[in-house]
């Protein structure tokens, strides 16, 4: 043999121990690859490419829902099995995975025989032969269904927990420490009365609080950073839109690196509760007044809790003191004798779905002897929440003790005759019939068992109102087999506990860990040691749930032992009562806000009193010496004078009365015409200079009108009437508080959509903290009755604002004390279309030298007569109509009638509807109304009837006579 031939047998040798080696390897290793990949749920697949072919294992038959034995790897059958919607997926998937040599890797749904639907995900590798071409590939497969069940069960509760935030009115926040930067929750920046969008920051949120309530914020805060503390405020805030808001803030800091590295927490609008407490409390004293001196007792139910309170009266009906009663009767079923509890429940709830108008029932209550009195109890749901559930009910317990001894002894003897004559039926059948015997033995039998059947049914009822009863009163039970060391949870502990029984099993050990830790170790030595000596449990205790909420609860529970005391089970309830305490709270501040509404109210009514009858003491007076004295011609004048301006002054009060009245119901309505700003602003300009002169007190401060460059468009789209009030109180307002310097008011173009009129001042100015409320209704800056310096309603600052936001607006003041002040309002630039006005009055007015008809329809004889006066001192031929019946008849009568001053409100008609009739017969006589409804849709309402013109009452002399020559010209 050769040295090459030798060489390369021992090659060959080599390669073939090589290749064994590999072999047995590879045999000793599979096994528990396999095993390794069927613990986690993965088994192995390939797709012979050339073949276009499919080999799967048993593992991935069984994930794909597949029968191995009629399973032949065809393109067809696999994609049979994938959901429709994701085989072009599934194809694209491989043909990447073959054109680009990528990782195969796609999601897909397959679906079972049984038609459910399964997640798979599949992963493979592309191996190509010799000549690299794509052969096939290998890979691993898995079934992902449970996962994407997780996942969607996860975003639903997700969708639920916003939910809930939002009907709850709760949101989250977050501050950190270091940088002093903050986020919150879309709800929070809701309940602020911000756009969530907005971008938050500390400044932003402390601006909305009260100083008092802000310095507790910052103090918490500082604290938590500095000492870790937690806190749990309520706090008064200002919203936005200027809304009054009681909110309540949990903060908890958050450690790392053994030092605070942020405060997080949660935010809830509690306002609505807050104002449920003055309503509950005046429910409950009236009735206990109305019982009074009666001898019934007085009973108030907390619906929520189950707490009740009883009467004086009523302790002493069962035996009690009020302090003994309160201290061993904490819900309403402690005081019902169970076989009376379901029909009690049963009525109650009859009551409260709104199907009887009273809860009546005679019941059995045990008294401090044990012993039970018969009862009949009355009562009533006096208190709902927003969605029709009863917080608090109230009624009275009348002692029928006796009367039901009577009608039992009654009932007794009527039974026993009854019982008797059955028993001689009863002897007598059996003597004579035995077969009738044998059959009511036999029906005997069959009530029995039908009795069973009920108390069953009973038993099962019982259950489920004691379920309803422990979700109503939130009191749920538990209990502690201390022999198998098993505890058992109701549905109502699991709740308060916000634990769901399916995920969470009760354990002594696991149900401390819920304790808040400044409890726990009093409350489990409380809890074993009513084990060592049987004493009752009674503690009062906090539980974080695991949401991290604080909650405030009681715990009460009772051990029992056998024969030889020896503790066999520990059973109890535990009572949730943070909603007591938060009702407290809230019913404290329904209280302060009732004083303060009080309060406001009875300065309103004095000063309103004031404000009359200043006026009105000067109208009587000169009246009075008109009549009573002779004077000159001179002091007449005078006198005049003064009635006539203070009775303008009465007039202005009632208005301004009657226009927030309107505001308030959305009644007043906004009528939009062309504004030219410039002539408005130059005619409130004359009017108030000139009242400025002729005021003494106010003489040397002057008025200066201001229109800015800026205004482009020097006419908008408004109602003229409402924006010139608003100006007129703004001004009014600035001379009120003005005693020296100027006032400067004016116009200019903020924007391009937005105009702003402003009234500046160098007056008294207002303090900060008065400058929200100067804008509500009957408040000033300085609110004592014996001390204010400044006469008004205080309804000035209030109607302008209330007809700013009418007309789309936005109203403010910046101001300084004792530099002066600056009012503003917006309105959008909301340009004019000036139409042409076929009834507008002629501007020239020339004598009027021919006697000429007119028509006065009034009902009321003085305002009549003096029309009569004014208009025949200037030579008109009047005619007078008391009604419409009149009016028509006149009219038709005297065709010389060139103009009607017509009346809107009359006996037996409506003045527009009148001037309608007219209009059907006559388009050129002139009609003026008179009006005493002064809106602008009032006026408007004349116009579009068939009015010329109108006129609103009071109207002075000069006015009548110069719009009667105008039309009549």
């Not at 009376?340 to 002897?369: C, V, W, Y």
């Not at 029992?560 to 005391?565: D, G, I, L, V």
């Not at 004019?832 to 009834?839: G, V």
């Amino acid at each position: 043999m050769s040295p090459q031939k030798s060489n390369d047998k021992d090659l060959l040798n080599k390669a073939k121990k090589s290749f064994s080696y590999v072999q047995e390897t590879f045999n000793e290793t599979y096994p528990f690859l396999e095993l390794a990949l069927k613990s986690a749920g993965m088994s192995t697949w390939l797709w012979d490419i050339k073949e276009n072919k499919r080999y799967f294992d048993e593992q991935t038959c069984q994930l794909l829902g597949i029968n191995p034995k009629m399973f032949n790897g065809t393109a067809d059958e696999f994609y049979n099995i994938v959901y429709p919607d994701d085989r072009e997926l599934l194809k694209e998937a491989l043909k990447n995975a073959i054109d680009s040599n990528t990782i195969y890797e796609p999601e897909y749904r397959v679906i079972w025989p049984d038609n459910s639907l399964h997640y798979i995900t599949a992963r493979g590798k592309l191996v190509c032969d010799s000549d690299g071409n794509p052969s096939k590939i290998n890979g691993l497969i898995w079934d992902i269904t449970d996962r994407k069940k997780a996942d969607k069960a996860l975003k639903h509760k997700d969708e639920l927990l916003k939910m809930t935030s939002q009907m709850a009115k709760i949101g989250g926040w977050e501050f950190n420490a270091q940088t002093h930067k903050g986020t919150w929750t879309d709800e929070v920046a809701r309940i602020h009365g911000l756009d969530p969008k907005i971008e938050t920051n500390v400044e932003l949120g402390l601006r909305f609080y009260t100083p008092n309530s802000r310095l507790k914020l910052e103090t918490a805060i500082k604290e938590a950073i500095e000492q870790a503390l937690p806190y749990d405020l309520e706090l008064e805030l200002i919203s936005e839109d200027n809304e009054h808001k009681w909110v309540r803030t949990i903060g908890l800091p958050v450690i790392k690196n053994n030092k605070v590295a942020k405060v997080e927490g949660i935010f809830q609008d509690i306002t609505e509760q807050k104002r449920t407490e003055l309503e509950l409390e005046d429910s409950k004293q009236q009735l206990r007044f109305a019982l009074e001196g009666s001898n019934d007792g007085l009973w108030d139910v907390k619906m929520k809790t189950g707490e009740v309170y009883l009467s004086p009266r009523g302790c002493e009906i069962l035996g009690y003191s009020p302090d003994e009663l309160s201290e061993i009767i904490k819900i309403w079923s402690d005081l019902v004798h169970p076989d009376d509890l379901p029909e009690t429940n049963q009525r109650l709830q009859a009551h409260i779905n709104g199907e009887n108008k009273i809860f009546e029932i005679e019941q059995r209550l045990q008294m401090k002897s044990g012993q039970w009195k018969w009862v009949l109890t009355r009562g009533k749901v006096v208190t709902r929440d927003k969605d029709g559930s009863p917080l608090r009910m109230t009624g009275t317990h009348t002692d029928i003790t006796k009367r039901k001894k009577a009608e039992e002894a009654i009932c007794d003897a009527q039974l026993a005759l009854l019982q008797q004559n059955e028993e001689y039926l009863a002897l007598n059948e059996e003597l004579n019939e035995s077969n009738n015997r044998i059959q009511a033995i036999n029906q005997d039998l069959l009530t029995a068992k039908e009795r069973a059947e009920e108390s069953e049914q009973l038993k099962s009822y019982i259950l489920h109102k004691l379920k309803e009863t422990e979700k109503i009163a939130k009191i749920g039970s538990w209990e502690w087999d201390i022999q198998s060391n098993t505890v058992w949870w109701s549905d109502e502990v699991y709740r308060i506990f916000e634990l769901e029984s399916d995920y969470y099993t009760p354990s002594v050990e696991a149900n401390a860990l819920f304790i808040h830790p400044d409890d726990r170790e009093a409350y489990q030595k409380t809890f074993f040691n009513c084990i060592e000596t049987g004493n009752l449990l009674d503690f009062d205790l906090r539980i974080i749930t695991p949401s991290g909420k604080t909650k405030n609860c009681k715990s009460k529970g009772k051990v029992y032992f056998n024969a030889s005391k020896i503790p066999l089970r520990f059973t109890g309830f535990i009572l949730d009562t943070s909603l007591q305490e938060q009702t407290q709270n809230e019913l404290l501040l329904a209280k302060e806000k009732a004083e303060e509404s009080d309060r406001l109210k009875t300065a309103f009514l004095n000063n309103m009193s004031h404000e009359i009858r200043t006026p009105m003491n000067a109208i009587i007076g000169f009246s009075d010496l008109l009549c009573e004295t002779e004077l000159t011609d001179t002091q007449k004048k005078q006198f005049i004078s003064i009635i006539k301006q203070r009775t303008y002054d009465l007039l202005q009060i009632i208005e301004n009365i009657l226009d927030i009245s309107k505001i308030e119901v959305g009644q007043m309505k906004m009528v939009e015409s062309d504004v030219h700003l410039p002539e408005l602003l130059d005619n409130i300009y004359e009017e108030y200079n000139q009242k400025l002169q002729d005021n003494k007190t106010k003489h040397g401060i002057t008025l200066n009108l201001k229109i800015d460059d800026s205004l482009a468009q020097p006419s908008i789209k408004s109602d003229k009437k409402r924006l010139t009030q608003i100006l007129c109180n703004l001004i009014d307002n600035a001379i009120k508080f003005t005693h020296k310097g100027s006032i400067e008011f004016g116009c200019k173009a903020e924007t391009e959509h937005e105009l702003i009129f402003y009234v500046r001042d160098t007056g008294i100015g207002v303090p900060v903290e008065k400058q929200q409320l100067i804008f509500n209704h009957f408040r000033q800056a300085d609110e004592a009755l014996t001390t204010r310096l400044y006469e008004g309603t205080g309804l000035g600052l209030s109607i302008a604002k209330g007809l700013v936001t009418l007309l789309n607006g936005r109203i403010g003041l910046d101001s300084k004390v004792n530099e002066g002040s600056t009012f503003w309002f917006s309105l959008p630039t909301t340009l004019p279309t000036i139409l042409p006005n076929n009834k507008t009055a002629p501007s020239d007015i020339k004598p009027i030298d021919i006697p000429q008809t007119i028509l006065v329809v009034e009902d009321d004889p003085s305002n009549a007569e003096y029309l009569k006066i004014i208009l025949s001192a200037s030579g008109f031929d009047i005619l007078h109509a008391y009604d419409g019946f009149q009016t028509l008849e006149i009219f038709h009568t005297v065709p010389s009638i060139k103009l009607i001053l017509m009346d809107i409100r009359l006996p037996d008609t409506n003045g527009l509807i009148l001037t309608q009739k007219i209009r059907q017969e006559n388009s050129d006589v002139i009609i003026i109304a008179q009006t005493a409804y002064d809106s602008s849709a009032d006026q408007l309402a004349c116009i579009n009837a068939g009015c010329n013109d109108y006129i609103a009452k009071p109207a002075r002399s000069e006015q009548v006579l110069s719009m009667v020559k105008r039309y009549l010209n």
